[in-house]
């Protein structure tokens, strides 16, 4: 066998393994969409429905009659998008401070942001929500965006990627009168479009996901998250969960990510292996 038909079967049976491996990644999602298209007795039937008629397009409209889901949306994306923007700029500016400039024991602080990183962040609830109920913010937007502004994964990342920034640019722009925020909101964030784009969606998804911290710091229904709503739709007992609604909530919810993935997937693979490599 020629090293060039070796070569064709590989590609072949590398390509039949990402196939199969994305139709297995893909089943659960499936199940998803189409328990939301079933009624009762479909949905509960032995063996499942893997393509079922007729579709029951008004498990959605039952959605929305039987929970404020718009409003789990809103909130939503007011606490992800607001959370993600504002934590992607303070890393972006702790970051550029800790590669480029110099200050006093600067490595030492440094060593101590890395540390925070391996303390579990359950770890955190109890006395943030303290902070929270000293601050009055119990059950407000506040509570659910100010904890999720800044990560030591963010300045870890971003720093990384700015040390591997020319230096000559920087100079160049120093010598024509920039100061370091000109320097830094010019030159080195327009650079940093892929790292930046794989934080945010880091961050995006762990903001809308979230659930523990808007369980325990909301408590009225206008206030919930999507998470908190959708986790309330399921009943203690399973045959009384509506299953049909509970499966369109969870596919309304993964659409937006689906969306912020596909519109930064092409940044995300750079941002990730250029920012972790320093050449």
């Known amino acids: 066998m020629s090293h060039q038909q070796t070569q064709r079967i590989t590609a072949a049976l590398t390509w039949l393994l ?11 999602f499936w199940v998803m969409v189409i328990t939301s298209l079933m009624d009762a007795q479909q949905i509960l039937q ?30 939503s994306i007011i606490v992800s998008v607001v959370t993600t923007s504002v934590h992607v700029l303070l890393c972006a500016m702790a970051a550029y401070a800790f590669a480029r400039m110099q200050f006093p024991y600067k ?23 303290f902070i929270m ?3 009055h913010w119990i059950d407000t937007y506040w509570a659910l965006i100010v904890p999720g502004l800044f990560g030591a994964f963010g300045v870890f990342l971003l720093r990384q990627w700015f040390q591997g920034l020319p230096l000559e640019l920087e100079e160049a722009a120093r010598m024509d009168g920039c100061n370091p925020w000109h320097i830094f909101w010019h030159v080195a964030l327009p650079l940093s479009t892929p790292a930046l784009a794989a934080l945010a969606i880091f961050v995006f998804i762990g903001s809308w996901n ?13 206030m919930r998250t999507l998470p908190v709503g959708i986790a309330a739709l399921q009943s203690s007992f399973r045959n009384d969960t509506d299953w049909a609604v509970l499966m369109a909530a969870s596919t309304l919810s ?18 990730l292996l250029m920012g972790s490599v320093k050449e």
């Open 107 to 129: 490595n030492i602080v440094f060593f101590f942001f890395l540390i925070t990183l391996m303390i579990p962040p359950y770890v955190n609830i109890v006395p943030l929500f």
């Open 210 to 222: 979230s659930f523990m911290w808007p369980l325990i710091i909301t408590h009225s229904e206008s």
């Open 254 to 271: 993964v659409l937006p990510v689906i969306g912020v993935f596909l519109a930064g997937q092409k940044h995300f693979l750079r941002g």
């Open 133 to 135: 109920k000293t601050f």
């Open 46 to 75: 032995t063996p499942p429905e893997l393509f079922p008629w007729p579709l029951h397009w008004e498990n959605y409209t039952r959605l929305f009659e039987t929970v404020p889901m718009l409003r789990y949306f809103t909130n």
């Open 18 to 28: 990402l196939a199969f491996g994305s139709v297995f990644m893909l089943l659960p």
